[in-house]
């Protein structure tokens, strides 16, 4: 029988556990005292690939205390990438041992595809993993300028006109929402603790979306033009939040100029942007819609002019203050069939946002990925730093609160399952966490870290929604919907990752799809905004800032069951226990040994029902709701709470 996750051993990527140095790791293992044993009678070896052949480093007892052993390797690290994972024998008469790989304790033979992995390439910037992202769409959360003219393509709404969710208006139903609007609002983000603003596309387009941009060269003028995009980075930098643009690198719109330099003549430069099976009407589209016809990334000339060198678009949206790049459909950039030139392309996008920052002494910039499934093969070596992480975090919270299949009142939502042909299941915390550990295994520390975490985004229902807080659009106030959206936010504050939350979500905004999401901000109705989730988020958001564990910290589980999730959050600084309840039960017990409190002090209530210690224990409520806990430093006297939410 297996060891319950907290007698298990344990490494991960964080400063806790690994010391990366010029052309070699220092790895550190917890191996924990069980049944009486000592960790200190393990052995434990590091195996890595050499030349792709195993070698070996015999691991060395650091320090003993009273959760378990450590144990310190130091390795080579040789080539782009190294992998490496520990053999931890348990001694005795069967001669028995176990794997340690980064999706955790295995006691038969493994393969080597989630080995742990140390990348050689220059990482993420080390900016990124303090942030909170706030995610605007641009035409829906506030009008700075009255009587902007109307677009020739738009059809004009009042504010709070319900939004067409569905058919053909949509993508031109026109609120009027500009880069001004954002500007009068940043009080907001301060407010909610934001430190990035991602906006979608602000280049001129023929929708509110702006995916289908028809130039790179200008910011739309019906959201302000270039002027307003000045104004507002401007303005977002003097209160230190940063903004990170979003770009469209697979398609353009059937409008750009590009493409209509393309189709009038065959032999032009621009003609070899676009794959044509027959010019001018005939060409490969994103997902067959002709509106948007697809990049072909061969041209060099396409390269130099949208992602690659000095004169760049992307190095021209750095030079005007962004602080990086979300790419849109970065999956599918660069592939079509049998070509393949995505990481490619990546490579020169993240070369070129390293020039230009060493050109002029500003941070580097911050290149993410959207992605909707297992990014693990784009994330590995110079490409984008991390990835809109709807695989290791949104799929696996909204099947585990998903409360819109549950028995009882209210209006069952029957959502599909982020574009698979079923519903949201309904899952148990066990199967969350065994997702988030083999979606991340395989993705690496460095890129998880670097990814966004989110509970919903413009492109999805809103999580209000899916927790079975309604589907009318407006504020939800439900009981079910917001109990179980907050431990959806405790989740995203606490896990590791940059938390992302979409305009709105605070409020308590709902949404059946990514249409019906895109809700313009109910600014002028506030007595309507639901004040218990605005709170919640402050306060969550206030202890994310405030405690450097939460933002890089190392995971380690402790207890995964169908209702509850328990696991620690390490630092050098700080140690943090977090237990989030989903369904009422018995009390998770953890020894004190366990948690290195044995003589050293007892948890301390930072939000929640405070804990129960008994016969060496401590038993954590099973009480629905978010709970977390300071720990004391091994051999540090007791620190203090922060505060109490």
Do not use: C
């Not at 002027?227 to 409008?255: E, F, K, P, S």
């Not at 032009?268 to 990049?295: C, M, N, R, T, V």
């Not at 693990?376 to 299949?405: E, I, K, Q």
């Amino acid at each position: 029988m297996r060891a319950p996750l907290w007698a298990q051993p344990h490494h991960d990527g964080s400063a806790h556990y690994l010391e990366q140095r010029d052309g070699s790791a220092v790895l550190r293992v917890l191996v924990p005292h069980t049944q009486g044993r000592s960790g200190a009678e393990a052995r434990v070896a590091v195996r890595r690939l050499r030349d792709a052949e195993p070698a070996w480093t015999q691991a060395e007892v650091e320090r003993t205390d009273v959760g378990g052993t450590w144990w310190r390797a130091q390795i080579p690290t040789e080539g782009d990438v190294t992998r490496y994972r520990f053999l931890i024998g348990t001694g005795g008469a069967a001669g028995g041992y176990t794997w340690l790989n980064a999706a955790g304790v295995h006691d038969h033979d493994v393969t080597d595809a989630h080995d742990f992995r140390l990348i050689a390439h220059p990482g993420p910037p080390d900016w990124v993993a303090d942030q909170l992202v706030y995610q605007v769409f641009p035409d829906r959360f506030a009008r700075g300028v009255a009587g902007r003219d109307v677009p020739s393509w738009a059809e004009p709404a009042g504010w709070d006109d319900p939004v067409i969710w569905e058919g053909p208006h949509s993508p031109v139903q026109w609120y009027g929402g500009d880069l001004d609007g954002v500007a009068a609002h940043l009080d907001h983000l301060e407010r909610l603790g934001a430190t990035v603003l991602y906006l979608t596309p602000v280049f001129e387009a023929r929708s509110v979306h702006r995916y289908d941009a028809v130039t790179f060269d200008r910011v739309d003028p019906a959201l302000g033009g270039d002027a307003a995009w000045r104004r507002l980075i401007d303005a977002a930098h003097d209160r230190g939040i940063r903004v990170v643009g979003d770009l469209t690198l697979n398609h353009t719109g059937v409008g750009h100029e590009w493409f209509r330099r393309a189709q009038a003549d065959a032999a032009s430069p621009e003609a070899a942007f676009y794959y044509f099976d027959e010019h001018p009407h005939e060409y490969q589209a994103w997902w067959g819609i002709k509106s948007l016809p697809k990049l072909d990334h061969r041209s060099a000339e396409l390269a130099r002019r949208l992602y690659d060198g000095d004169a760049s678009v992307v190095a021209r949206g750095l030079r005007d203050g962004l602080d990086g790049w979300r790419i849109d459909v970065a999956n599918m950039t660069g592939r079509l069939g049998t070509i393949d030139l995505t990481h490619q392309v990546a490579t020169a996008v993240r070369r070129t946002m390293a020039d230009v920052a060493a050109e002029s002494g500003a941070d580097p910039g911050w290149l993410l990925a959207e992605h909707g499934h297992d990014a693990t093969d784009d994330l590995v070596g110079d490409g984008w730093h991390g990835t809109m992480d709807y695989n290791g975090f949104t799929r696996p919270v909204w099947a585990w609160l998903n409360g819109g299949s549950e028995a009882g009142p209210g209006v069952r939502h029957g959502l599909p399952f982020l574009g698979a042909p079923v519903d949201v299941p309904v899952l148990g915390g066990d199967d969350l966490a065994a997702t988030i550990r083999q979606v991340h295994a395989a993705m690496g520390w460095r890129a998880w870290t670097a990814s966004t975490a989110h509970l919903d985004t413009h492109d999805t229902p809103r999580f209000r929604t899916v927790t079975g807080g309604g589907t009318h659009g407006w504020v939800d106030r439900d009981g079910l919907g917001r109990e179980r959206h907050l431990l959806g936010l405790a989740l995203q504050m606490t896990l590791p990752g940059v938390p992302a939350v979409f305009a709105g979500d605070e409020l308590g905004l709902t949404g059946v799809n990514g249409e019906h999401s895109r809700t313009p901000f109910p600014w002028d109705r506030r007595a309507a905004w639901d004040a218990e989730t605005l709170e919640a988020y402050l306060s969550w958001t206030a202890l994310r800032r405030d405690h450097v564990a939460l933002r890089r910290g190392g995971l380690r589980w402790l207890d995964v069951r169908p209702g509850s999730l328990t696991y620690l959050r390490e630092h050098p600084e700080e140690r943090l226990l977090v237990h989030v309840v989903r369904d009422p039960d018995e009390a998770v017990a953890i020894p004190l040994a366990a948690l290195g409190l044995a003589g050293a002090g007892e948890p301390r209530t930072l939000a929640g029902t405070p804990p129960r210690t008994e016969a060496g224990r401590v038993l954590l409520p099973p009480i629905p709701a978010a709970h977390l806990y300071t720990l004391p430093r091994a051999g540090a006297a007791q620190a203090p709470a922060a505060r109490a939410v």
